[in-house]
């Protein structure tokens, strides 16, 4: 349906919906739809693909369990353009593995959105991402985040806790508590402005903003940053051998 639009009133759909299943999908090209995939309660692998579409390409809530096992969904080598939503999402206690993905677009999103989930990360190519960021993780999650490309972010390549909460018409949650090991990534061409009441307006946007959260930021490389390199707002953290430059902003920039 290339009519439709995102949102709850746009009439999307996805093209995929599989609900409390255990899924193996391999070598698809998912275009000409509002919305790519929905994994609802399930797990499994989806692969070697294509995703071309407007809005969420791969949605993931939840996961399944066989017994008291929590089986993990497997997101590998696919190419995932957006027009406006977000690349991948993990919601509500899904747990995702996501290695060797290209994402890029999302003029309304970002290139990950993680809320109240489990998230490894590896060797994913994100951006360009004209919205947001390339992660955005936020609730009570736990990620991790390594070898990964992050260029050409609106907002923050990394960002760890949600900070807007303040903000005038904002619905997101407060503050709760996220745990991310990030290492071994290549963050480059981070020249957003953002804006909070948290921080008195607009600021050049951080490679790596982390509020109210725990993380490990570790051998990082960050090039052609204009705000802070790593700020950290009520949080703590563990920060070695990483190089990075910026034009604007501090190294680290701790309250």
Same mark, same amino acid.
């Given at each position: 349906?290339?009519?439709?639009?995102?949102?709850?009133?746009?009439?999307?759909?996805?093209?995929?919906?599989?609900?409390?299943?255990?899924?193996?999908?391999?070598?698809?090209?998912?275009?000409?739809?509002?919305?790519?995939?929905?994994?609802?309660?399930?797990?499994?692998?989806?692969?070697?693909?294509?995703?071309?579409?407007?809005?969420?390409?791969?949605?993931?809530?939840?996961?399944?369990?066989?017994?008291?096992?929590?089986?993990?969904?497997?997101?590998?080598?696919?190419?995932?353009?957006?027009?406006?939503?977000?690349?991948?999402?993990?919601?509500?206690?899904?747990?995702?593995?996501?290695?060797?993905?290209?994402?890029?677009?999302?003029?309304? @999103?970002?290139?990950?959105?993680?809320?109240? #989930?489990?998230? !490894?990360?590896? %060797? +994913? $190519?994100?951006?360009?991402?004209? =919205?947001?960021?390339?992660?955005?993780?936020?609730?009570?999650?736990?990620?991790?985040?390594?070898?990964?490309?992050?260029?050409?972010?609106?907002?923050?390549?990394?960002?760890?806790?949600?900070?807007?909460?303040?903000?005038?018409?904002?619905?997101?949650?407060?503050?709760?508590?996220?745990?991310?090991?990030?290492?071994?990534?290549?963050?480059?061409?981070?020249?957003?402005?953002?804006?909070?009441?948290?921080?008195?307006?607009?600021?050049?946007?951080?490679?790596?903003?982390?509020?109210?959260?725990?993380?490990?930021?570790?051998?990082?490389?960050?090039?052609?940053?204009? @705000?802070?390199?790593?700020?950290?707002?009520? #949080?703590?953290? !563990?920060?070695? %051998? +990483? $190089?990075?430059?910026?034009?604007? =902003?501090?190294?680290?920039?701790?309250?």
């Amino acid at each position: 349906n290339t009519q439709a639009q995102c949102g709850n009133q746009g009439g999307g759909r996805v093209l995929i919906y599989a609900e409390s299943s255990y899924v193996s999908m391999d070598n698809l090209d998912i275009k000409d739809n509002a919305y790519g995939a929905f994994f609802k309660g399930s797990s499994g692998s989806l692969g070697n693909s294509t995703i071309n579409v407007l809005c969420n390409a791969i949605d993931t809530n939840s996961y399944k369990t066989t017994g008291n096992f929590a089986h993990t969904l497997y997101l590998d080598n696919n190419v995932i353009t957006t027009g406006e939503g977000a690349g991948i999402t993990a919601y509500d206690g899904a747990i995702v593995t996501a290695t060797d993905n290209t994402i890029s677009g999302a003029s309304s @999103g970002s290139g990950f959105g993680i809320r109240d #989930s489990t998230l !490894n990360a590896h %060797r +994913n $190519t994100v951006g360009p991402i004209t =919205g947001y960021n390339g992660f955005w993780v936020y609730g009570q999650s736990e990620v991790a985040i390594e070898n990964n490309t992050v260029q050409d972010t609106a907002k923050e390549p990394i960002q760890i806790g949600e900070y807007h909460y303040r903000d005038s018409g904002s619905n997101y949650p407060g503050p709760s508590p996220n745990r991310a090991y990030i290492a071994n990534n290549i963050i480059s061409n981070n020249s957003g402005t953002c804006n909070s009441q948290m921080y008195g307006g607009d600021f050049p946007c951080p490679a790596i903003h982390v509020f109210r959260s725990s993380a490990s930021i570790l051998d990082n490389t960050i090039t052609d940053n204009a @705000g802070d390199i790593i700020r950290a707002k009520g #949080s703590l953290i !563990n920060v070695q %051998r +990483n $190089t990075a430059d910026s034009e604007l =902003g501090f190294a680290g920039n701790v309250s």
